[in-house]
């Protein structure tokens, strides 16, 4: 079914205030148009690029809640996270995070985003990665979307300690596991 001009802008506009995640693909195939014709309907209607979108709902959202460092260190964009208990974000692999030669992404990018989402998820001012036991399940390569999941698996107050274990995958397939034991100030209900 074609649909108007207005019509398709006015549908683009409230599935995008929806689903603010959703991509230019997604788009062009739900109103059956090319990734162009969306990407003009949203310049025509000042809507940013999914990437934008992303920033800016995550920086509304969590702003007020990532104690332990500031949302612009996190590596990736931070999705959703709950303090002390679980996180998930996203990081797009771009050309500057892969070797030339073989598009397969560094793999100090893809700790970093687990690394710095164990970080994020602590409900303290101050911690810091004690400990990391990773493993890395296949290689990442240009362009994919590594979605990485942390759980706080314990919290030992005593030591000031937390344990968080953080999954990372493409398309649902694991890429990357790590158990991280976090130091945190003894203090953590500030």
């Not at 999705?79 to 070797?99: G, M, P, R, T």
């Amino acid at each position: 079914m074609r649909r108007s001009k207005k019509e398709r802008q006015r549908l683009l506009t409230s599935t995008i205030e929806d689903n603010p995640f959703i991509t230019d693909e997604e788009l062009a195939e739900k109103f059956q148009v090319s990734v162009q014709t969306i990407r003009l309907d949203r310049l025509e209607l000042s809507i940013p690029e999914l990437r934008e979108r992303i920033k800016t709902v995550a920086e509304k959202r969590f702003e007020d809640e990532v104690r332990s460092l500031p949302l612009e260190e996190v590596i990736g964009e931070i999705i959703d996270i709950e303090l002390d208990q679980s996180a998930i974000s996203i990081f797009d692999v771009k050309a500057e995070h892969v070797f030339q030669r073989n598009q397969i992404a560094r793999g100090h990018h893809v700790f970093a985003q687990a690394n710095s989402l164990a970080v994020a998820v602590i409900n303290d001012e101050l911690a810091l990665t004690a400990k990391a036991n990773i493993q890395f399940k296949r290689s990442v390569k240009l362009n994919e979307r590594v979605v990485a999941k942390a759980r706080v698996t314990k919290i030992d107050d005593h030591a000031g300690r937390t344990f968080v274990e953080v999954n990372s995958f493409v398309n649902n397939e694991q890429v990357f596991s790590g158990q991280f034991e976090m130091y945190r100030s003894k203090n953590n209900k500030g």
